[in-house]
């Protein structure tokens, strides 16, 4: 719940610290609450002092600073502790849970940076430090977390700072100085199985019902619809008709909501049989412990993970003449842009064939 101050035509927010349902709110006070009068008599007083420092600022001439009159509604001790804020704005995210998780991976990594606990740490200064900080964090397997990976953080960093300059908190969103500062990261790279090595994993067979054959079978399944591991752990075959035995249906990405065009392909099939038309329910945690064994066990030198089966989906359909366009349409991507990367993947590996074929043109040149 919020109070509005509308300066020049621009809306300010003050953030009351209360949360109730729309059900509990009418007629401008909180109502059907077990402590309705408490939370009532609070707004009281926070409105109170609003009101007073407003007209304290007019009658003195004195320029409205939002940041300021937040302060004086509420105690200093409040005002400056920027951590405890954090915590509390994303407590009232409204978002998915893959990305919910993102955001409080955030607030653990704002706090073991140790550099910003009052609203007066919050400056693009510190935020060049976090960037750096976070660069020489270890991620999966000890390794450094990927470019990508401080860049989402800094996407979940800027839109929180957004809503603080939206309520008044802070004039001004650090980031405005830092725009193109921290780019997303090299995502043109993009790797993927071959279909040597598609048909090894396909070949694989671990002990039936044990974690490494549901990995494996997850895994063959996003392989063969290009569907993400949340969307796969979502799948319900009911929202798929069944045409001529093939099996479409036209759904939304659990993550962006995009839609997205699906047939399901033999092996995809195959897999569902095996568990009466769903497929095997896995932590993230654990499909990718698993993967890293299905890997070894195939013989492959690429490692597994999660999107590694999406990329697969990808460049096996442009490898084997499906459009650009469907492709994107596929795999639900918002822009075309997005499955262009595969694209370029796709040139890549022409080029090399090219390049086969000139140096066995040289060698039977030679004398």
């Given at each position: 719940?919020?109070?509005?101050?509308?300066?020049?035509?621009?809306?300010?927010?003050?953030?009351?610290?209360?949360?109730?349902?729309?059900?509990?709110?009418?007629?401008?006070?909180?109502?059907?609450?077990?402590?309705?009068?408490?939370?009532?008599?609070?707004?009281?007083?926070?409105?109170?002092?609003?009101?007073?420092?407003?007209?304290?600022?007019?009658?003195?001439?004195?320029?409205?600073?939002?940041?300021?009159?937040?302060?004086?509604?509420?105690?200093?001790?409040?005002?400056?502790?920027?951590?405890?804020?954090?915590?509390?704005?994303?407590?009232?995210?409204?978002?998915?849970?893959?990305?919910?998780?993102h955001y409080n991976a955030l607030v653990l990594r704002i706090q073991s940076f140790?550099?910003?606990?009052?609203?007066?740490?919050?400056?693009?200064?510190?935020?060049?430090?976090?960037?750096?900080?976070?660069?020489?964090?270890?991620?999966?397997?000890?390794?450094?977390i990927s470019a990508c990976g401080v860049y989402n953080y800094h996407k979940c960093?800027?839109?929180?700072?957004?809503?603080?300059?939206?309520?008044?908190?802070?004039?001004?969103?650090?980031?405005?100085?830092?725009?193109?500062?921290?780019?997303?990261?090299?995502?043109?790279?993009?790797?993927?199985?071959?279909?040597?090595?598609?048909?090894?994993?396909?070949?694989?067979?671990?002990?039936?019902?044990?974690?490494?054959?549901?990995?494996?079978?997850?895994?063959?399944?996003?392989?063969?619809?290009?569907?993400?591991?949340?969307?796969?752990?979502?799948?319900?075959?009911?929202?798929?008709?069944?045409?001529?035995?093939?099996?479409?249906?036209?759904?939304?990405?659990?993550?962006?909501?995009?839609?997205?065009?699906?047939?399901?392909?033999?092996?995809?099939?195959?897999?569902?049989?095996?568990?009466?038309?769903?497929?095997?329910?896995?932590?993230?945690?654990?499909?990718?412990?698993?993967?890293?064994v299905v890997g070894s066990a195939c013989g492959l030198h690429i490692k597994l993970?999660?999107?590694?089966?999406?990329?697969?989906?990808?460049?096996?359909?442009?490898?084997?003449?499906?459009?650009?366009?469907?492709?994107?349409?596929?795999?639900?991507?918002?822009?075309?842009?997005?499955?262009?990367?595969?694209?370029?993947?796709?040139?890549?590996?022409?080029?090399?064939?090219?390049?086969?074929?000139?140096?066995?043109?040289?060698?039977?040149?030679?004398?």
């Open positions: 719940m919020e109070v509005r101050l509308t300066i020049d035509r621009k809306p300010y927010y003050i953030n009351t610290g209360i949360r109730v349902c729309a059900r509990q709110w009418a007629f401008d006070k909180v109502i059907n609450h077990p402590q309705a009068d408490a939370l009532n008599e609070r707004l009281g007083i926070l409105l109170d002092k609003i009101m007073k420092e407003v007209n304290f600022l007019i009658k003195n001439h004195v320029e409205i600073d939002v940041a300021k009159i937040r302060n004086h509604a509420w105690s200093s001790s409040q005002s400056d502790d920027f951590l405890v804020w954090l915590k509390e704005e994303v407590k009232m995210l409204r978002v998915k849970p893959g990305t919910m998780k140790g550099r910003m606990q009052d609203w007066s740490d919050v400056t693009a200064e510190n935020i060049y430090k976090l960037d750096a900080y976070l660069r020489e964090l270890p991620g999966r397997d000890n390794a450094l960093f800027r839109n929180l700072l957004r809503r603080a300059e939206r309520t008044g908190l802070i004039a001004s969103n650090p980031y405005h100085k830092l725009n193109g500062e921290f780019p997303r990261g090299d995502k043109e790279n993009t790797e993927y199985l071959t279909e040597d090595e598609m048909q090894k994993i396909m070949d694989f067979s671990p002990t039936p019902g044990s974690w490494l054959d549901k990995a494996r079978d997850l895994f063959v399944f996003q392989m063969w619809t290009g569907l993400s591991y949340a969307d796969t752990q979502a799948f319900d075959i009911s929202a798929y008709k069944e045409i001529k035995g093939k099996w479409m249906v036209i759904g939304s990405r659990i993550k962006t909501g995009q839609p997205f065009v699906n047939q399901l392909l033999t092996p995809a099939v195959e897999v569902l049989k095996k568990y009466g038309m769903t497929v095997p329910k896995l932590s993230n945690q654990v499909y990718n412990r698993e993967l890293k993970h999660t999107h590694l089966a999406r990329h697969t989906f990808a460049t096996y359909m442009l490898r084997n003449g499906a459009k650009l366009e469907n492709v994107s349409k596929m795999l639900g991507h918002a822009t075309i842009k997005q499955t262009q990367r595969y694209a370029k993947v796709m040139a890549e590996s022409v080029q090399e064939d090219f390049d086969m074929i000139e140096a066995r043109l040289n060698d039977k040149a030679k004398p």
